[in-house]
């Protein structure tokens, strides 16, 4: 009898420039790998964008039909593959050796670095994307601008809320929210830098206005009421003995300035990954994360603003919302007027993550179990996903509820920033969904509920680009020089409810 894959020893994997090893099991999805890695794609995982592109270096792998849809015959020879559409089956004892696109970081300015005198040929550098929810980091090669090593980690101030606000009702309160948020990334920056503490010559952080308040222990009391303005914006710097980080005394810390209310240095960083601020074209930037953080503009100007999205795309709030882990319906296809989940691991699900529940509310409008206005049809408050399971998946007239509030922000807070540059969608030339929702949450679903109005060809996943973009301004030379960027409390705007109010309902016959 022949034994199935699942009990088959696993494929090693070989990941460079990292040189981590890790197996996954024969059959399964390379990208599950990865991403418990730390190793995060701009890619919807449909086989069409690209992002998730990796080079076999040792092994082989098949090639499949998106593999030769996106890639040259040559770049096929080459080894070049999409982890997305790769299931590892191998069974041989050598590790398969792979090297991902996105490890290697495009420098800004010049074509090389070269080392200063003070910057030898083995400084590494640091860069941190610091969360709301999610810490990445990753140690930089300064010469190369390979990425060494990554770390991931749940943001340690979780306890005191999903949301700013209440991050921001804590600190207010009296709780401690940035001792813990220091040793959690000096215990990152510890695991990045074993071995070469002595070549770390920078870390630079990036994040929204109040994690970078609460990391540089400033005071959240002007983020706390209208109109969300603070004094403490810029650029602040420490040394490693301010912070009890194990790291050369002359290293730099800097975390990078905020822009306006709650958008911070994590869009800076977006806007130059982006490459917003050096186009003729109008671009826009979206953050599909907890603050709903937008930005639009060309290099002449950029204008930006924050919405209180809440927690719904990234399943906080929903009854039965879960990160996107082992077990989560992470998509949901209509096929025949019925409901085809698709469950992270393969596994019975026992929730439903963002990108599920954005799937499965557009399923429901297209078969018009759910109503434009976010009812369910035919009186019932449930709207079952996976029926068949012990519990059952299933979505609440609250979750939809809750959608609806997310959704309306951002597109209301789209609306006004195009109204402000004078624009309408039309002008656009590339919407960039930035954030690990903006990686999975397909274009097709969020268009039906309404959340972004474009075509859909202009929509681009974009992955991390608050991290992406730190690791640019690491390796560049200087500062870039950046168009001037106004900011727009949408909360002093009184054309913002009306607005609200009027994106609240989901679109009729998409």
Sequence with gaps: MTPDSSSLPGVRIRLEPLAVEFDVPRGASLVAGLAARGVEFPCGGTGECGGCSIRVLSGSLPISEADSNIFTPDQLAAGWRLACQTRPDSSSDTPLVLECAQLHTQILADSAVTPTETQSKTSKKIAIDLGTTTIAA??????????????????????????????IRAALDGRDLTAPIRAALGHLVARLATGRESQITE????????????????????????????????????????????LPATCTIRFARCIGGFVGSDILAGIVAAGIAQREELSALVDLGTNGEIAIGNRDGIVCASTAAGPAFEAGAIR???????GAVSYVALRNDSLHATVIGDVPPRGICGSGLVDAVAAGLRSGAILPNGRIANGTKIF????????????????????????????????????????????????????????YVQIDAALRIGLLEAPHNLIHAAGNTALRGAKMLLLAQREPTLPPIRHMSLAADPAFQDEFANCMTFPENL
Aim: neutral net charge; aromatic residues 6%.
């Design 320 to 326: 039965m919302g879960m990160r996107a882990v082992t």
């Design 203 to 246: 870390v630079l952080l990036v994040g929204n206005t109040v994690m970078h308040h609460l990391f540089c222990d400033l005071s959240v009391e002007p983020l706390s009421h209208v109109p969300f303005q603070s004094p403490y914006l810029g650029e602040q710097r420490f040394t490693p003995h301010d912070l009890a980080w194990n």
């Design 138 to 167: 990753q140690l930089i090669d300064l010469t190369t601008g390979d990425v060494l090593a990554v770390e991931t980690a749940l943001n340690p101030q979780a306890p005191f809320g999903s949301d700013v606000m209440s991050r």
């Design 384 to 439: 079952p996903i996976v029926p068949s399971v012990v519990p059952p998946v299933v979505l609440y007239q609250s979750d939809i509820r809750e959608l609806q509030l997310a959704k309306a922000a951002i597109a209301a807070g789209f609306r006004l920033l195009l109204k402000r540059l004078g624009a309408q969608s039309s002008s656009l030339r590339s919407i960039h969904l930035a954030g690990a929702f903006g990686n």
